[in-house]
């Protein structure tokens, strides 16, 4: 296996905080070595150093994608971190739903900023299918909401489209029960009934991007992610939220997350099942 010098490292080390906003400390350059392997193999190139060279070149206009592809991390399973799936439950969809009822509002716009494969947006349709359902409530339907998810790496979203998941995946945090009433057998795996699927719009984005032509949003979900940035990029990442959401918007962040300093933008809510953020008044 060909070793990553710590000059390559660099090269990489600032191309990847300029393209994704992500920061890697000097401890990640076996990282980068181990996720960029196979790409070097496939390009045929003898060393990183002329990897990167083509990545610079953008005679291959695949490479850029792969690298991202490659770096960026992509965990996630369905309904993680449950309390915030119970604080949405009891709290948010109550009073949007009665809102719909009234309606008092029009859509109900949510945004899933690093969607990944999909497992968070789809965890919030089953979810709201479920209260409507167990609910009895027929006067609000699916129809009466907007999803949007994204994520900087195409190769994921593509995954998500689909709405396919092999047996491990499936069993992550998704109850037996769930399964069965929203997915189907194909073959050994298990795909996403397309009702739902449709549902949501899945686009690649950038957030380092402005986020202004995206509209405005009830809920948005920017979770295990910010993790990665550096502290300018975060804060960046904090104003631009509480531009596009709505008045009584929420952000979800995960749960590592919620101690990073956002006061100057969110005021933070907790309560027994999770915290979620509210968008100070000075900030809007």
């Known amino acids: 296996m060909v070793a990553l010098s710590q000059q390559e490292y660099q090269l990489f080390q600032r191309y990847i905080a300029a393209k994704c906003g992500i920061a890697l400390d000097e401890s990640k350059a076996y990282l980068v070595e181990s996720r960029l392997a196979k790409l070097l193999i496939d390009s045929q190139c003898d060393s990183f150093a002329e990897l990167f060279a083509l990545l610079e070149s953008h005679s291959d206009a695949n490479i850029e994608t792969r690298v991202i592809d490659a770096i960026t991390t ?74 949007l998810a994204t994520d900087i790496s195409t190769h994921v979203l593509s995954i998500a489209r689909r709405g396919h998941y092999d047996p491990i995946t499936i069993m992550r945090g998704l109850k037996p029960e769930l399964r069965d009433a929203y997915f189907s057998r194909a073959g050994s795996s298990w795909v996403l009934n397309e009702d739902y699927r449709k549902r949501v719009r899945f686009e690649p984005f950038n957030l380092q991007n402005s986020f202004m032509l995206l509209g405005k949003f009830d809920l948005v979900f920017c979770r295990n992610v910010l993790i990665y940035f550096t502290e300018a990029l975060r804060s960046d990442i904090y104003k631009k939220t509480a531009q596009v959401l709505k008045p009584q918007g929420l952000l979800l962040i995960g749960a590592a997350e919620i101690y990073y300093p956002m006061d100057d933008y969110f005021q933070k809510n907790i309560t027994s099942d999770g915290t979620y953020f509210t968008v100070k008044e000075e900030a809007k």
């Open 74 to 147: 992509n965990e996630t399973y369905w309904f993680r971190d449950p309390g915030s799936w119970q604080m949405l439950s009891k709290h948010w969809l109550p009073q949007n739903i009665a809102a719909l009822q009234a309606r008092k509002n029009g859509k109900i716009r949510v945004w899933s900023a690093a969607a990944s494969t999909g497992q968070e947006i789809y965890s919030l349709i089953i979810l709201i299918s479920e209260y409507l359902k167990n609910n009895h409530i027929t006067a609000v339907s699916l129809d009466d909401f907007e999803f």
